[in-house]
C-alpha cells in the first residue's frame, strides 16, 4: 500500500504544480459588458421670487418654480449606435391676486438607433422615434374654465428613417428623414370635435345636430430635418442650440412646422447655474385662442415664442 501510494503521489505531482497556476473553473467571475453604455441623469430645479411691503413704488409679490429634468442613455459599439433621451419640464407661477398659473408643460422621448459601415465613418443609416405631450391642462388665462389642451391633447408621434451625420467630438449632429410619419394624437373628446390641432372636427347639420364625431387622431407623412450643436462660447458658458423642421407631402406641400430651441447655460459651480432660453414654435396645424368678452375664439395659426431666465440648482448623477 505504502509503494501504491508514493507511485500514485508520483503520477499526480506534476498535475497538481501545473494546476497551481490555474483560475479553477468556479472562481472565473463573468463580468457584465457596460463598457458601451454611457448615461446622463439630471435634475434641476429654478426659482425666482419678489416682494413688496409697503412698497411706495407699487407692484405685486410673486413666486415662481420651474423643475426640469433630462435622463440620456447612450450605446455605442463599433458600427452601432443608439441614442435614448428623456426631457421632463413643469413650471407655475402665483402672483399676489391672481389664480396659480402654468408657466411650463413638457414630456419628451427620444430614441434613434444608427448603424454605419465602416467604424471612422460619421455617417448612419438611422431610424428614429419621437414622442411628445404635457402633463397637465392648458388654458388661455384668465378663462380657467375651458382648457385650450390637454394630457396626450395634443401628442405627438414622429417615427421615421433616414440618415445621420453625428461628430462627437464637435456635439453636432444632422439627421435627415425623407420618410417620417407624423402622427398627432387628440384623446379629449370636445377637443377633437372642436377639431383642435389639426384633426378633423365634429359634423352638424345645420340645427345643430351632431352627425359625426370629430377625429382623435391625424396621420402625415412627410420630410424630416433635426439639427443639434452643443458649444462653450465662453469659459463656463455654453450654447445648446436644437431645431427640427417638418413638411407634409399630402398637406399643403412646402408648409414648414418649425421648433427651435436655443439655450445658453452659465455654470457657477458644480451645483448653481443660470440660463437663458429662447422657444419658437410654428405649426399651421395649432390654432391660437383669444378671450373677447368672455368668449374664447380661435384667431388661426400663430408664431409661439416663448423666453426664459432662471437660477438654479442642478444635481447630476
Not at 392648458?138 to 428613417?161: C, D, E, H, R, V
Not at 464637435?170 to 370636445?190: A, E
Not at 430651441?261 to 457657477?268: D, F, G, K, P, W
Request: glycine share 8%; proline share 3%; charged share 20%.
Amino acid at each position: 500500500m505504502k509503494s501504491f501510494s508514493v507511485l500514485i503521489a508520483i503520477i499526480l505531482l506534476p498535475v497538481i504544480c501545473f494546476t497551481q497556476n490555474l483560475t479553477p473553473i468556479d472562481s472565473i467571475v463573468k463580468v457584465k459588458d457596460t463598457t458601451y453604455w454611457t448615461h446622463k441623469n439630471m435634475l434641476g430645479l429654478d426659482l425666482s421670487q419678489i416682494a413688496f411691503i409697503n412698497w411706495n413704488a407699487g407692484g405685486n409679490s410673486s413666486i415662481s418654480g420651474l423643475f426640469k429634468a433630462d435622463f440620456g442613455r447612450k450605446y455605442m459599439k463599433e458600427n452601432i449606435l443608439w441614442n435614448n433621451e428623456m426631457s421632463i419640464r413643469y413650471g407655475i407661477n402665483k402672483q399676489e391676486g391672481r389664480e396659480l398659473r402654468k408657466t411650463d408643460d413638457a414630456f419628451s422621448v427620444l430614441s434613434n438607433f444608427g448603424y454605419r459601415k465602416h467604424p471612422g465613418s460619421n455617417w448612419f443609416y438611422s431610424a428614429r422615434f419621437n414622442f411628445n405631450t404635457q402633463f397637465t391642462n392648458g388654458y388661455a388665462y384668465p378663462n380657467t374654465q375651458l382648457a385650450i389642451s390637454k394630457p396626450f391633447a395634443p401628442a405627438y408621434i414622429f417615427l421615421g428613417a433616414g440618415s445621420e451625420y453625428n461628430r462627437k467630438d464637435l456635439n453636432l449632429n444632422f439627421y435627415f428623414s425623407p420618410l417620417t410619419l407624423k402622427t398627432t394624437l387628440v384623446l379629449d373628446r370636445r377637443l377633437a370635435d372642436l377639431g383642435s390641432f389639426g384633426v378633423t372636427k365634429a359634423l352638424f347639420d345645420e340645427e345643430g345636430n351632431l352627425l359625426r364625431r370629430g377625429r382623435k387622431s391625424r396621420n402625415e407623412f412627410g420630410m424630416l430635418f433635426n439639427n443639434f450643436w452643443k458649444t462653450e462660447v465662453y469659459k463656463n458658458m455654453i450654447l445648446e442650440h436644437r431645431v427640427s423642421l417638418y413638411s407634409d407631402y399630402i398637406n399643403n406641400y412646402g408648409n414648414i412646422d418649425i421648433d427651435w430651441q436655443l439655450q445658453l447655460n452659465m455654470v457657477v459651480n458644480q451645483y448653481v447655474r443660470a440660463n437663458i432660453g429662447f422657444h419658437m414654435i410654428y405649426d399651421d396645424d395649432i390654432k391660437a385662442k383669444k378671450e373677447v368678452e368672455g368668449e374664447q375664439i380661435t384667431i388661426g395659426p400663430r408664431i409661439q415664442f416663448k423666453q426664459a431666465l432662471g437660477v438654479g440648482v442642478v444635481y447630476a448623477f
